[in-house]
């Protein structure tokens, strides 16, 4: 069965520093992943997505992340935070064949100025 | 842009009702899924429905069941409320495509008093 680790349940970062948010995943073939943003009472918001291709792959918000397989890890990066990036981060695998994804338990983004 | 709908943002109801949980999407999108997302544990997948009529069991389909009688809408059924169903409830629906993302709604605060 597939799953979704992120390892981190809470970042603090200030603002303008840059990020790296983590999310390993568990399954034996190519996987495709996805990273979602939620603020607070809202639903979730596709930030990218890893179907195949180049393996840094670009989103909204000035967002990036990276598929690496030999490490099993799709990890989303941003160079330089804003107030507004406050909010929870969920990464989520599927696979083909399967309608289903698999979400992380999140990471919860704080801010500082 | 797809929409994804959810009737209620805030829902209160008493013990052992029965609760009927709405979602509409507007893209013509053949999956459509429900979601539980509680502190800590991520989101939960309780049934999806690839299909009119058609339905699969999720992770957590025990207390809920689903209808869905036209493509666009799908209901998450609560046959008799209790109170470890307190949580967000969130809708998503998605292609029925290799590699689609899911788009999902606002979410519905359920509290079951």
């Known amino acids: 069965a597939q799953s979704v680790t992120q390892p981190d349940i809470h970042i603090t970062v200030s603002e303008g520093a840059s990020l790296e948010l983590r999310c390993n995943y568990s399954?034996?073939?190519?996987?495709?992943l996805f990273w979602y943003v939620q603020s607070p009472g809202q639903g979730l918001q596709l930030l990218l997505k890893?179907?195949?291709?180049?393996?840094l792959v670009q989103g909204i918000k000035g967002f990036e992340a990276e598929f690496k397989r030999s490490q099993s890890s799709f990890n989303l990066r941003k160079p330089s935070v804003h107030w507004s990036d406050a909010a929870e981060y969920f990464c989520?695998?599927?696979?083909?064949?399967?309608?289903?994804?698999?979400f992380g338990t999140g990471t919860r983004l704080t801010i500082i100025p | 842009d797809v929409k994804v709908t959810q009737s209620s943002r805030y829902l209160v109801k008493r013990t052992g009702e029965k609760v009927f949980l709405e979602c509409v999407q507007d893209m013509d999108h053949e999956n459509m899924f429900w979601y539980r997302q509680d502190p800590g544990l991520g989101l939960r997948l309780i049934y999806f429905?690839?299909?009119?009529?058609?339905?699969e069991k999720g992770d957590i389909p025990e207390g809920y069941s689903v209808s869905r009688e036209k493509k666009e809408r799908f209901s998450l059924i609560l046959e008799s409320a209790s109170t470890n169903q307190t949580s967000m409830y969130l809708c998503?629906?998605?292609?029925?495509?290799?590699?689609?993302?899911?788009?999902f709604g606002d979410g519905t605060r359920l509290s079951i008093l």
């Open positions: 399954y034996g073939a190519t996987p495709y």
């Open positions: 989520a695998v599927g696979n083909f064949g399967n309608e289903k994804l698999t």
């Open positions: 998503a629906s998605s292609l029925f495509r290799v590699g689609q993302p899911q788009h």
């Open positions: 429905s690839y299909d009119v009529k058609m339905k």
């Open positions: 890893y179907f195949s291709g180049d393996t």
